[in-house]
């Protein structure tokens, strides 16, 4: 699979003017990057199209959509002209109140799926409870041929909802953060590699730019010395990555986890003296 990694520098936005001012230099950004030759996928941060923060998230009267504004219907021209998928990071309006919601884009610029962040985080830097309702269903879809599954940030640190998505037959996760450096940063890489390497799947984690963010990490299925992981560092950075099949076929047959699992441990007896 071909994929454009995008991890900008994401300005101040308390309205939706300035909001599709960043758009619209967004668009020209990742059009120019695609200029040669377009990827079956462009990934894009969580939240992509607002700050993270509660100054932000005090304006999403004026900067939520509900995938039939103009946030929606920017990303669907751009997912059309390049003949590629777009996952991008808004705050959707539902039925169910509003919600840090990744959005995929179809190449044919019609939606091809949204999944809801599941668990808001409420600690450190970060204040979403107050602002967003959390989702209540998975999202995992073909793209070019892969597996392809979606959490968001705080999600990683919930194994089970890993193990589902690998019981799914994901082979790429697309992990969207918004991690500063609270206590949570440090962390956040090693919980990346265990997920990626007991599930043996492709993970991208993917945040935005910036001295308190960045360090975005794809992670391969086997981190070993051949296999290592790449941190994207700090500054604005727009990552072209090509993923193998042969590396999960791999990483499986050195480490044959599916086969030594045991799916018995729910019911095995603590030991008495």
């Given at each position: 699979?071909?994929l454009l990694a995008c991890q900008p520098v994401i300005p101040a936005i308390r309205c939706r003017g300035d909001q599709l001012a960043w758009l619209r230099h967004l668009t020209r950004e990742i059009e120019a990057r695609c200029e040669a030759n377009s990827p079956d996928l462009i990934v894009l941060p969580e939240l992509t199209t607002l700050e993270y923060g509660s100054s932000a998230f005090a304006c999403l009267r004026d900067l939520d959509d509900d995938l039939q504004g103009p946030v929606y219907e920017r990303f669907s021209e751009?997912?059309?002209?390049?003949?590629?998928?777009?996952?991008?990071?808004?705050?959707?309006?539902?039925?169910?109140?509003?919600?840090?919601?990744?959005?995929?884009?179809?190449?044919?610029?019609?939606?091809?799926?949204?999944?809801?962040?599941?668990?808001?985080?409420?600690?450190?830097?970060?204040?979403?409870?107050?602002?967003?309702?959390?989702?209540?269903?998975?999202?995992?879809?073909?793209?070019?041929?892969?597996?392809?599954?979606?959490?968001?940030?705080?999600?990683?640190?919930?194994?089970?909802?890993?193990?589902?998505?690998?019981?799914?037959?994901?082979?790429?996760?697309?992990?969207?953060?918004?991690?500063?450096?609270?206590?949570?940063?440090?962390?956040?890489?090693?919980?990346?590699?265990?997920?990626?390497?007991?599930?043996?799947?492709?993970?991208?984690?993917?945040?935005?730019?910036?001295?308190?963010?960045?360090?975005?990490?794809?992670?391969?299925?086997?981190?070993?010395?051949?296999?290592?992981?790449?941190?994207?560092?700090?500054?604005?950075?727009?990552?072209?990555?090509?993923?193998?099949?042969?590396?999960?076929?791999?990483?499986?047959?050195?480490?044959?986890?599916?086969?030594?699992?045991?799916?018995?441990?729910?019911?095995?007896?603590?030991?008495?003296?």
């Open positions: 699979m071909e751009l997912a059309r002209r390049l003949g590629s998928t777009i996952a991008y990071g808004t705050a959707r309006r539902g039925e169910q109140g509003r919600h840090i919601s990744q959005v995929l884009v179809g190449p044919d610029g019609a939606l091809a799926g949204v999944y809801d962040k599941l668990h808001c985080a409420q600690f450190g830097a970060s204040a979403e409870a107050a602002h967003f309702t959390p989702g209540e269903s998975l999202l995992v879809l073909d793209i070019a041929g892969w597996r392809v599954g979606v959490m968001i940030c705080y999600d990683l640190r919930f194994p089970e909802l890993a193990r589902r998505l690998a019981a799914e037959g994901v082979e790429l996760v697309l992990h969207p953060v918004a991690f500063t450096r609270d206590f949570s940063f440090a962390s956040w890489h090693a919980f990346v590699t265990a997920r990626a390497m007991e599930n043996q799947q492709w993970w991208l984690s993917l945040n935005r730019a910036g001295e308190a963010w960045g360090h975005s990490l794809l992670c391969p299925p086997l981190v070993d010395e051949a296999h290592p992981v790449m941190d994207f560092g700090p500054e604005e950075r727009w990552q072209r990555l090509t993923l193998s099949n042969a590396a999960l076929a791999e990483a499986r047959e050195q480490l044959p986890l599916s086969r030594d699992r045991r799916d018995d441990l729910a019911g095995l007896p603590l030991w008495q003296p």
